[in-house]
């Protein structure tokens, strides 16, 4: 393990890589059309998150000039507590070591993860698919550059040229200690990850988000953050995938249809139940195993529920952990489905989409873990801390 560099070093190298990325902006876009042209899959949400245009730019610069802005997350006292015999005992917090980010399409992670796990003083090696590997490693170059014009070794950010047999070998028997691995991609890659690792991993799992409107719900607001939650960002796992529809909603047959009309102005597939799937522009669902679908596209299932616990017990069932909301004018009733809905964010009247680190306050994330160690929801620079005890003498024995 490296020395932990001070904190004015981790945010000089910050500083620089934010000043590098603004000073080769253009060649950055350039060189990810490369991987565009490259790329032959049809998957949408795969290729949103590989593009990288100025507004993906603007965003990995406002990144790290926020984690620039924030307090450093290491030394802070969790817990003190002076022995009855004079010992001083404290819980601080600590770097892990070095962090394994393995992450699929996006470039953008290159930047705001790595510089998330870089301020919190660890190590970053970072593993990124090949249909995005000309963009990486012009930003990974950067992040070298940055380091090295502070006088930092270059290899506090390392990236790994690995095919699938390599990096099934690396977790297995890494040829570095790694202390955490952060997979960021679909159910495939963190089953591959979880399967291979021998060293823990925070699991950034799957979205399949859902809404249930309570029969006392704002419709003209309720179809707003629907269509919002489901076409903003196709590509985001705070997308929303499902929507339950209390039976006792006022005037539901109409409510529905309005609906259905805002959603197809989008061109969504919508899917339903037997009760939903009656009305035009809705196909009733064939396999039951939809609900348990993330869908990153531009699909949708309704279904009708006979309450507020109904739709509990199902969103527990089949979502995944991330994200759910509730649809009420009755505080007592969100507070209630809120508490009892197993996510890692639970939202009364807003969309799903603002499940992310920067809309947090967070200033960025490393990943939206849906585990329950050792964070839940968007990892920000705080939480990619481990900690530590110290305990201070002065000739005590037990």
Known sequence: MNKTL?????????????????????????????????????????????????AKIEGMIESLNQLVQQEDPLGKERFSFVHENGLRIENRTAPFGTILIIYE???????EAAGIAFKSGNKILLKGGKESFHSNKSIVKLWREALKFNSVDENWVEYLVFNREETQEFLKNPTQKIDLIIPRGGEKLIQFVKENATCPVIVSGRGNNFIYLASSADQEKAIEIIVNA??????????????????????????????????????VQIWGDETTSKF???????DQSVWYEEFLDYKIVIGRVEGMQEAIDKINQFGGG??????????????????????????QNASTRFTDGFQFGLGGELAISTDKL????????????????????EGQIR
């Open 280 to 286: 035009d522009g809705i196909e009733e669902i064939e």
């Open 374 to 393: 050792h964070q839940r929801g968007p990892i920000g620079l705080e939480h990619l801390v481990t900690n530590k005890w110290y305990v201070y003498g």
């Open 6 to 54: 001070s904190i004015k070093q981790r945010n000089s190298v910050l500083l620089k890589m934010a000043e590098l990325v603004e000073k080769n902006r253009a060649e950055i876009i350039a060189i990810n059309q490369k991987d565009l042209k490259s790329f032959e899959d049809t998957d949408l949400a795969m290729y949103d998150r590989l593009k990288v245009d100025d």
């Open 322 to 347: 991330h994200s759910a909301c509730i649809l009420t004018k009755s505080n007592e009733m969100a507070r209630e489905f809120m508490d009892e809905v197993d996510a890692a964010a639970v939202y």
């Open 230 to 267: 489901k076409v903003a960002k196709i590509s985001a796992c705070n997308a929303l995938d499902k929507v339950l529809i209390d039976r006792q909603l006022p005037n539901f047959e109409g409510f529905l249809k309005r609906l259905i009309a805002q959603l197809m102005k989008f061109n």
């Open 105 to 111: 399409s996006r470039p953008d992670v290159t930047i």
